[in-house]
C-alpha cells in the first residue's frame, strides 16, 4: 500500500471512529444486553438468574403476547397502505395548486404532524368524548345516541388508525410532493399531445415514476406503525386494556410495570426481529415490483 493510500484510511479511520464509537456504545452494546437478558429471569435493573430458554416458552404460552401481536398487525393493515396512498393523492391534489394558496393548503395538512402526541390526544379525547365531544352530535343523529367510542372494544383500532393517519399524513404528502416535482413536465406535455387522458397519464407516468418514493414511504410507515405505543396507551386509559395491548405496551408493561426485564427483553427482541424482517421484505418486494 503506497504512503498516499496509507494517509487516506487513516484519515477515513479518523473520521468514522466518532460515530463507529457511539454507534457501538448506544446500539451494539445495548442490543447485545437485551439478547443475553431474554435468557435470564432478570429484573429490569440488575443481573438475573439464568433460566435458558423458558421465557421463549413462557412467550409462545402467553395469549397476551399473540393478543398483541394481533392487535399489531391489524392496527398496521388500517394505517399504512391507507396513509400511504391517501399521502399519494392529497400531494397530487396540492401540487396542482399554485402560489400562496399551495403553501397555505400544505401547511394545514403539515401543521397536525408536528404536535406532540400528547396534544393529539387531548384534541380528539375532547373531540370524541362519550358525554359532551363535539363529535357526538352527528354520530347521536346516526345511531340515535352517544357512543362511547375509546371504550367500545371493535371501534378503538380503527378509530385511533383514523387518528394516527391524520396526524401523521403531513409527512407522507411532503415526500410524495418532493418526487413529484422532479417529474418532467414535458412528459406530461408531450403525453397531452399524444392524447393521454389524466387516468392515463397518472398509470403510465405518474405511477411508475413516483414508485420509489411510494417504496420508501410505505417502508417508513411500516416500520413506525409496528412500534406504535403512545397513541394506543393514552385512549386506553381506564378501558380495556388487555383486549387492545400492541406489542410495546407489553414489553412496558412486563419490564417497567411487573419488573419482569427477562421477559419484557424476550418481547422486544421478538418485535426487533420482526420489524427487520417485514421492512427488508416489504422494501424488496416493492422495489422489484417497481422494476418490472
Known amino acids: 500500500m503506497s504512503k498516499y493510500r496509507r494517509s487516506e484510511v487513516m484519515t477515513a479511520c479518523v473520521l468514522l471512529a466518532p460515530f463507529v464509537i457511539v454507534y457501538a456504545v448506544l446500539f451494539v452494546y445495548p442490543t447485545l444486553k437485551m439478547v443475553a437478558m431474554t435468557f435470564t429471569k432478570a429484573p429490569l435493573i440488575g443481573e438475573g438468574e439464568w433460566v435458558g430458554l423458558k421465557n421463549y416458552a413462557r412467550l409462545f404460552k402467553d395469549k397476551l403476547f399473540f393478543s398483541a401481536v394481533t392487535n399489531t398487525f391489524y392496527f398496521v393493515a388500517l394505517t399504512v397502505i391507507p396513509s400511504t396512498l391517501l399521502g399519494l393523492f392529497v400531494a397530487m391534489g396540492v401540487n396542482r395548486l399554485k402560489g400562496w394558496l399551495q403553501s397555505v393548503v400544505l401547511a394545514c395538512f403539515f401543521i397536525p404532524y408536528i404536535?406532540?402526541?400528547?396534544?393529539?390526544?387531548?384534541?380528539?379525547?375532547?373531540?370524541?368524548?362519550?358525554?359532551?365531544?363535539?363529535?357526538?352530535?352527528?354520530?347521536?343523529?346516526?345511531?340515535?345516541?352517544?357512543?362511547?367510542?375509546?371504550?367500545?372494544?371493535?371501534?378503538?383500532?380503527?378509530?385511533?388508525?383514523?387518528?394516527?393517519?391524520?396526524?401523521?399524513?403531513?409527512?407522507?404528502?411532503?415526500?410524495?410532493?418532493?418526487?413529484?416535482?422532479?417529474?418532467?413536465?414535458?412528459?406530461?406535455?408531450?403525453?397531452?399531445?399524444?392524447?393521454?387522458?389524466?387516468?392515463?397519464?397518472?398509470?403510465?407516468?405518474?405511477?411508475?415514476?413516483?414508485?420509489?418514493?411510494?417504496?420508501?414511504?410505505?417502508?417508513?410507515?411500516?416500520?413506525?406503525?409496528?412500534?406504535?405505543?403512545?397513541?394506543?396507551?393514552?385512549?386506553?386509559?381506564?378501558?380495556?386494556?388487555?383486549?387492545?395491548m400492541v406489542l410495546v405496551q407489553l414489553i412496558y408493561r412486563s419490564a417497567f410495570q411487573k419488573n419482569q426485564g427477562g421477559y419484557g427483553a424476550t418481547v422486544a427482541l421478538i418485535l426487533f426481529l420482526l420489524i427487520v424482517v417485514l421492512s427488508v421484505l416489504q422494501y424488496q418486494l416493492l422495489r422489484a415490483r417497481g422494476e418490472k
Do not use: C, H
Not at 392515463?200 to 405518474?206: A, G, H, L, S
Not at 414511504?217 to 411500516?222: E, H, P
Open 115 to 244: 404536535l406532540p402526541v400528547s396534544v393529539v390526544y387531548r384534541t380528539w379525547n375532547w373531540m370524541l368524548d362519550s358525554q359532551f365531544g363535539i363529535a357526538q352530535y352527528p354520530i347521536a343523529m346516526i345511531v340515535g345516541g352517544n357512543v362511547p367510542i375509546f371504550r367500545t372494544v371493535s371501534l378503538f383500532m380503527p378509530t385511533v388508525a383514523w387518528i394516527t393517519v391524520w396526524w401523521l399524513i403531513g409527512f407522507n404528502i411532503l415526500l410524495f410532493i418532493a418526487g413529484l416535482r422532479n417529474i418532467s413536465s414535458e412528459i406530461y406535455e408531450a403525453a397531452r399531445l399524444d392524447g393521454a387522458t389524466r387516468w392515463q397519464m397518472f398509470r403510465r407516468i405518474t405511477w411508475p415514476l413516483i414508485w420509489p418514493i411510494t417504496v420508501l414511504v410505505a417502508t417508513i410507515q411500516l416500520i413506525m406503525q409496528l412500534k406504535i405505543f403512545d397513541q394506543v396507551y393514552l385512549f386506553a386509559q381506564g378501558g380495556q386494556a388487555d383486549r387492545t
